[in-house]
Structure formats: structure tokens, C-alpha cells
């Protein structure tokens, strides 16, 4: 069974700090890492993807792979009241570009 | 990103109808489509992986007879909910690949099926 896992929160932040999310999968041959946001009642939205270990930054939102360990993080900076959202976690594999997602990470940022 | 579209956003039917859902990928064509299911609180199921030209491959549990798929052409794909009841009230959602390196997903902003 192909699992990603990741803690269902609630993630309170205040406005202006650091959102930190992880995620785990137990898939090795996993090849690409997607973050999505989804509001309430609202379908998710792509806000990052990662392939290779390391950092990749995109405006405040940095997203870091490490293959070795199996995880894969995402960090909101200067957190804002708009980030508040339920953040999934996508792993896709080497045979194909099905996704296999975490339970999702509820975030609540507090002004 | 790549624009989803899914029609309609909404619909409410009685018990024993059947629903059709349709997604479209608006600015590039996806041979491969994906459809979930999301009931409250919980996260995106994967029902079925939609291929253009031949048989949607479906995931364990769900009934190929009651989801009905159809992958008319590169940019369209329909969900068919035959005999809905009130169980099927769920939030349907598709996704399409745009291809590339990463085959990035993009989604469909879903359908709330209600079944009276």
C-alpha cells in the first residue's frame, strides 16, 4: 500500500510567522512531490511542485524534497489570514502520473 | 496554471436518476483524466483514471456499472453516476495532466451531487 502522511492539524500560525508542514511517503520510487491548497468547499490548487532534493522557492512559499529520508516539507512565510486552508501532500511514482495524496494538514493563521 | 472546467458545479436529483459530470481541459489536451470522490472532512479518494480511446481503469471498490466513464476526446472527459442514491452525495472532482516533465495535475473546481 502506497501511503503519504501527514499530520491533519490544526496548524495555528499567527499573522506574519512561519507555516511549517511535512509530509512523509513510503513509496522510494515516488518521482514527483506536489503541494495543493484547498479551501473549504472548494477543489485544491497546485501552489507547488518539487522533483529533485533540495529547496525550490516561489515567492513565500519554499517547498524541500529529501528523497533519502522520504519527506518532503512545505513552509509559508510571512503566514497571512488568507493561507488558512487545508494543505494536501501528492506523490506521484515512476509508472505513471496518478497521485497518491496525504490526509491533508489544516492550517489556521490568526491575525 | 492550466484551466479545468467541470459542469455542473451543482446539482441536486432524486433518488434512482442518473447524473452526468463533464470535464474539460480548456487549454491543452489530456489523453489520461482522473476522477475523486470527497466526502466532508476527508481527503481526496482517486475512483478512476479516464484514458482517451479506450477503458477508464478503475480503483478497488468502486463500481465500474455504477461510474459510468467516457473519454470522448482529448480535452473532454464524463462521469456518468447511474442509479444515484443518497450514498453517491458526495463532492466529484477531475483532474487532467498537462504533461511535461512533471506532469503537473490541474483541477476541475468539482460538483456537489446531492441525491434526494
Known amino acids: 500500500q502506497k501511503e503519504v502522511e501527514q499530520n491533519s492539524g490544526p496548524l495555528s500560525v499567527p499573522e506574519g510567522a512561519i507555516a511549517s508542514l511535512n509530509c512523509t511517503y513510503s513509496?522510494?520510487?515516488?518521482?514527483?512531490f506536489f503541494w495543493y491548497r484547498q479551501y473549504s468547499g472548494k477543489s485544491p490548487e497546485l501552489i507547488m511542485s518539487i522533483y529533485s532534493n533540495g529547496d525550490k522557492e516561489d515567492g513565500r512559499f519554499t517547498a524541500q524534497l529529501n528523497k533519502a529520508s522520504q519527506y518532503v516539507s512545505l513552509l509559508i512565510r510571512d503566514s497571512q489570514p488568507s493561507d488558512s486552508a487545508t494543505y494536501l501532500c501528492a506523490v506521484s511514482g515512476a509508472a505513471g502520473n496518478k497521485l497518491t495524496f496525504g490526509g491533508g494538514t489544516r492550517v489556521l493563521v490568526k491575525p | 496554471g492550466a484551466v479545468v472546467s467541470q459542469h455542473p458545479s451543482r446539482v441536486i436529483c432524486k433518488s434512482g436518476t442518473s447524473v452526468k459530470i463533464e470535464c474539460r481541459s480548456l487549454d491543452f489536451q489530456a489523453t489520461t483524466m482522473f476522477w475523486y470522490r470527497q466526502f466532508p472532512k476527508q481527503s481526496l479518494m482517486l475512483m478512476a483514471t479516464s484514458n482517451e480511446g479506450s477503458k477508464a481503469t478503475y480503483e478497488q471498490g468502486v463500481e465500474k456499472d455504477k461510474f459510468l466513464i467516457n473519454h470522448a476526446s482529448l480535452t473532454l472527459s464524463t462521469l456518468t453516476v447511474t442509479s444515484a442514491h443518497p450514498e453517491d452525495s458526495s463532492f466529484y472532482i477531475c483532474s487532467a495532466p498537462r504533461g511535461g516533465p512533471g506532469n503537473e495535475q490541474f483541477f476541475g473546481p468539482g460538483t456537489r451531487l446531492t441525491v434526494l
Open positions: 513509496d522510494r520510487g515516488s518521482q514527483s
